[in-house]
């Protein structure tokens, strides 16, 4: 999937804020040739933190999990 301003969004799924415990949207990301986890609760806002810096390696173990359930 391709977003404006040449982010990539490598996976889409859930996470909890850590303010409210409510259950969000959470995304990982490929921008500025990094892998970034990404989540945004409509009442705290953004939080976005590096996973890695090498965006093909992370791809692959992403996909490696993916496919075994993990």
Same mark, same amino acid.
């Given at each position: 999937m391709q977003s404006e301003n040449n982010i990539?969004? *490598?996976k889409q799924t859930k996470s909890i804020c850590? /303010? #409210?415990f409510r259950e969000i949207d @959470? %995304?990982?990301l490929?921008?500025?040739g990094k892998v970034y986890y990404s /989540?945004? #609760?409509p009442e705290h806002g953004s939080e %976005? !933190? *590096?996973i890695s810096s090498d965006p093909e390696h992370y791809a692959e173990l992403l @996909? $490696? $999990?993916s496919? !075994?359930?993990l």
């Open positions: 990539r969004i *490598l850590p /303010k #409210c @959470s %995304e990982y490929i921008k500025a /989540k945004h #609760c %976005e !933190f *590096l @996909s $490696y $999990y496919a !075994f359930g």
